[in-house]
């Protein structure tokens, strides 16, 4: 990603979600009022144990995918987790975007940096189902979906996904949509 790419992208996050850094386990905090969860599997079951239930998984992280950005384009934002400052060589990664001091210490040792690399791509249903799998196999965390303007975002996890709307009348009629993805805690979790 280029220079002004990456301001662009950063400038829109500024906008959108000036309260937090794009790392997605934060934003719930600060965004309560547009934010829904969403369970992966019947009962709040974490994890998959067979390709039924893998199926089931991806239908509804896709159901919910294709309901925020079908016909347009995203931003799949994924995340490397270092001790070092220094962004690593990408690798399989291309399209780096900003790197965070996520968890400060005094000790460098066991500071915690988040390098975030963004791709812009089509949303297609299925087109991520690796990575999503990945996801609810916690092979990999801290993913993010958005749209070009960053109004919306996706943030999977092994056993659901944390979604957060442009408006809390948006959360509300999604939330209804799928009351039965829901868990059944007071607080949403």
Not at 38 to 66: C, G, I, M, Q
Not at 142 to 166: C, E
Request: aromatic share 10%; with cysteine.
């Amino acid at each position: 990603m280029s220079g002004d790419g990456q301001a662009d992208l950063t400038g829109l996050w500024q906008q959108r979600w000036p309260r937090c850094p794009p790392v997605g386990y934060k934003l719930r905090g600060p965004y309560q009022d547009v934010w829904v969860r969403f369970h992966s599997l019947p009962e709040s079951k974490r994890y998959a144990e067979d390709e039924s239930e893998y199926a089931v998984v991806l239908e509804r992280y896709n159901t919910v995918l294709d309901e925020l950005f079908a016909g347009a384009d995203v931003y799949v934002i994924s995340p490397l987790w270092t001790t070092e400052a220094e962004v690593p060589p990408a690798g399989p990664r291309t399209g780096y975007w900003q790197s965070l001091l996520v968890a400060d210490d005094p000790d460098p040792e066991l500071r915690t940096y988040c390098h975030l690399f963004a791709a812009r791509r089509p949303w297609q249903r299925g087109c991520i189902d690796d990575l999503l799998r990945d996801t609810a196999d916690d092979k990999v965390a801290g993913i993010l979906i958005t749209d070009i303007r960053m109004q919306r975002i996706h943030h999977p996890y092994d056993g659901g996904a944390d979604v957060f709307l442009a408006t809390p009348g948006e959360r509300v009629r999604m939330r209804n949509r799928h009351a039965d993805w829901l868990s059944r805690h007071p607080s949403g979790l």
